[in-house]
């Protein structure tokens, strides 16, 4: 079955950090770009960050940018999200999503269930 | 940044009715426009990319149209599976955005 599963999201404190996963399954993971896009609670979506299918180019959302670094290991079909500084207004779903090539062109063509992160003291 | 305007923000239907759906960027992105379909609870779905071109699985009661600044998601006839909320998003140039979404309901 082709399927995105996040994982990592909890309850941090603002400034602590927290690392998202994402685990393909279904598809050649390496043939494409993949993306963290986010939604806060009862609002709309956010693109937050997305990588090509070799790591080469990889982009930010001014939100996050200098916060947050996304990664991909290949070999293990996984995409990650690495937050730092984090901040009441990251508060959101996280949601990974896979580009329909494997360069950054934006068409999210498949996406997981999310994984709520909750930014509070 | 592109801004994407979506218009109206909800709606009520009934199964049957030909449901249309504005969505209006701040610049031209010629053709790199698509849409989604959220169900409460669920992941977001790509229905139409590329503006006109139907995503494979997605019933052909979708339909896209529209190039530059002005676009329109249209469903022939209003499924009771069709009650959802509606984002369009350019990919157009980074960062791609979205509007805000048109949540369509029961009449």
């Known amino acids: 079955e082709v399927q995105l599963v996040e994982s990592g999201g909890g309850l941090v404190q603002p400034g602590r950090s927290l690392r998202l996963s994402c685990a393909a399954s279904?598809?050649?993971?390496?043939?494409?770009?993949m993306h963290w896009v986010r939604q806060a609670p009862g609002k709309g979506l956010e693109w937050v960050s997305g990588i090509s299918w070799n790591s080469g180019s990889i982009g930010y959302a001014d939100s996050v940018k200098g916060r947050f670094t996304i990664s991909r290991d290949n070999a293990k079909n996984s995409l990650y999200l690495q937050m730092n500084s984090l901040r009441a207004e990251d508060t959101a779903l996280y949601y990974c999503?896979?580009?329909?090539?494997?360069?950054?062109?934006?068409?999210?063509?498949?996406w997981g269930r999310g994984t709520l992160v909750t930014v509070s003291s | 940044d592109i801004q994407m305007t979506q218009s109206p923000s909800s709606l009520s239907a009934s199964v049957g009715d030909r449901v249309t759906i504005t969505c209006r960027a701040s610049q031209s992105i010629s053709s790199y426009l698509n849409w989604y379909q959220q169900k409460p609870g669920k992941a977001p779905k790509l229905l139409i990319y590329a503006a006109s071109s139907l995503q494979s699985g997605v019933p052909s009661r979708f339909s896209g149209s529209g190039s530059g600044t002005d676009f329109t998601l249209t469903i022939s006839s209003l499924q009771p599976e069709d009650f959802a909320t509606y984002y369009c998003?350019?990919?157009?140039?980074?960062?791609?955005?979205f509007g805000p979404g048109t949540k369509v309901d029961i009449k």
């Open positions: 999503a896979k580009d329909r090539s494997p360069h950054i062109d934006w068409y999210f063509d498949l």
């Open positions: 998003q350019q990919s157009y140039s980074t960062p791609p955005t």
């Open positions: 279904g598809f050649t993971f390496d043939d494409y770009a």
